[in-house]
């Protein structure tokens, strides 16, 4: 191995009665692209912050540079040279691109005044290592995300960063700019400059690893040089199980009866247009395509958060008039949204009382006071039948996970009993493990009977759950396919093509 | 670069301002006269001062409404002592020991606020309540027209004088040049000091700022400190300009302050707003004012108009916002849809 950077050795670190690290060890070495794997809870959160200082270590060495430490303070790995780049990349929206990125440099100098040349100076050169060029005056909360990433990797840079921490940084990005994201990984390492990149998404660690390292429960499973690691391997290693692809038990689709929902030349300007499908009880049916395609859009339609302009929603045969999602509840419809923290949960009630916040009228007494009693069994039956990981429904629903604060959405849909349910993005930021949960969960309510309309763009995901699956392509539905017919790199070629085929050529 | 600026809240500011001026020009010609500029300009003196001091606070995202009392009680305090001693001398003692007093004062609210962690609008509340309670209860609870006989002339101390017609003579008040003074000092430290940029960084994102180095709290208490003195100097000027000092003078003025600095594009929950911007919308309400008096318009109405522009002001923002999302989404399907 070449030079090393920076070495950890017999990591351990309690919080409480939790042991988040247990007796790790780990190196980084000078321009390399190291990743840290793991799923929510399994210690890398708690390693990036003793590699930066944050977090003393209970026991265990730090080495940076060759230099030994027992104690490291933020301000000794940043001399060290060690950035981390959040994911909200510490940076300041109100301000100027150039002024965010010369900021620190200003301030470590302890300059009193400001020279604005200066600042535009340091800004320019600064975006030039990275071959990017960004408008200087441009105000950062009117950037893209991806551009707000290069404003930090330049920042990161300009502090004579080392070793430059990324955590989960392509969570928001479009595949685009995940690709330009690499180009500039790979153009730090030829300048020397190691990346330790925390994700939990599988495909990109495989595509950017030069040695990936997985942590399970605060231990370290496994570190590899990347050639020859393939996803399933560290889906392994990150689970503890093998989540077995090939012996999914789909439900039979009943195809005689009537179909639960059908969708009939439904059109909103702007948005879809002769928008046809039906779905049977017992059906999966998945819709994907690129943001913007439209599929959102329908989503909401179906659910009476936007109006379609014309055309007709049958349920089980009649048609409806949905104006409201009351209209849609009313039908029996369902609809987990995209951004369950913002969407979907009430972060600071309890679990409890967001599962029962669609029904309840139904847990009130006689003068509208709430059953607590029965509130409670509601709540227990939920938290049982979706297994979410909680001691206690009493707890607010910001103590869960990711994986689990989905169950809790989808609890509290499914405890209205509906018929037809639509998840948009059901595992957006969740990790492998409860990934494969919530899919369990798919097939499970799919064999009760329910028809389910999938949203999504993970193309596994798709594959793994749905019986057929419509590629929407510029507010219009493209293809079917059926899940027999197609693979998943098939599907993948079919929704990027759609991207090129329609490039702003 | 040159059609950004005709995009900017100022560049709104001023042409309502322009606007409004054109229009009651036309129905009240005596509206464009330099007697009619300088009474406003008079008016608008001790509002420009406060509302200096209180935008880098509303930059760094605070509401502050204690101002008011600090430049009652800093005013007055200082006046009945000295008057209390026999002084009969001119208004520098005045301002010396008001603006120690109003720094102090400002201080004290930035120490609870550093300190103990304290919401800076929860602090300026209970100051504000607390300090008028004390001037009425410890110093005295009825106007003093008692000035000492140095002062007596400096309300009518002019720049120049114009005779008029129907106002007599009048003329432009050498306060005027106070308000330049701190208004470009204002400018000159928003912009090109640390600590100035720092004003802006608490705003846009307090974690990010205390992570990036700035002494967060040593920029909140020097903003309390200069909101301090500039409420310290308005409460005296103001006394001298109406020739009387009053224990809960400006007691309803405080969200006419933060009126004008919203006005100018400054932002309830920080990270905006500028000196310009600032200067615009404490003329815009004083014109207003007049406007509504020289068109024969009942005064009432002001508070209404004012309410009125500033709905409208607040929800441009939004309204821009909403306008992106819809044209950003049309234009990435508009291209390929039309079959």
Redesign the interface.
Known sequence: MAEEVLRVENISKKFGGVTALNNVSMAVARGETCCLVGENGSGKSTMIKIISGVYTPDTGDIYINGHHYKKLTPIESIREGIQVIYQ?F??????TVA?NIS??Q???NG????RWKEINRIAEEGLARINVSLPLDAIVETLTTADRQLIAIVKAMLANARIIIMDEPTTALTQKEITSLFKIIDDLKNRGISTLFVSHKLNEVAEIADRTIIFRNGMKVMEQDAKGLDVKTMEYYMTGRKIDKEAISFSKVDAVSISLLRVENLNLK??Y?NINFDLKPGEVLGITGLL?S?RTELALSLFGLMLAESGKILVRGKEVKIHSPKDACDQGIAYVPEDRIREGLFLDQSINDNMVVSIIDRMAGRFGFLKEKQKRAEGKKWIQRLEIKTPSGVLAAKSLSGGNQQRVVLAKWMASNPKILILNGPTVGVDVGSKADIHNLIRSLANQGLGILLISDDIPELIQTCHRILLMR??RIAKEFKREDITESQLYIELIGASAN?G?A | MHYKILKTNEFIVFLILVGLSIVVGAVNPAFFSLATLFDTLRGSIVYFIMAFGLLPLMIAGGIDISFVAIAAVSSYATHMFLIGRGYQGGVLPYFLIACTIGVSMGLLNGLLVTRFNLPIFDVSLAAYTMWYGFNLFFIGATANFDLPRGTIGYYARFLFTVKDPFAGTTGLHVSIIYVIGIGLLMWWFLKYTTIGRGVYAIGGNREVAIRSGFPVSRVLLIIFGIMGLMSAIAGVTMAFLSRNFNPVIFINQPLDVLAAIILGGASITGGRGTVVGTSLGVLLIQVINRALILTGIPVEWQRLVVGLILILFTSIPALREQRAKHTSHTTEIAQTDQP
Do not use: H, M, T, V
Not at chain 1, 111 to 114: A, E, G, R, W, Y
């Open positions: 909200d510490s940076l300041f929206p109100n301000l002024e900021i620190n200003q301030l470590a300059k009193q005044l400001i702007n948005c247009f913007g439209g510029n507010g329609n702003r």
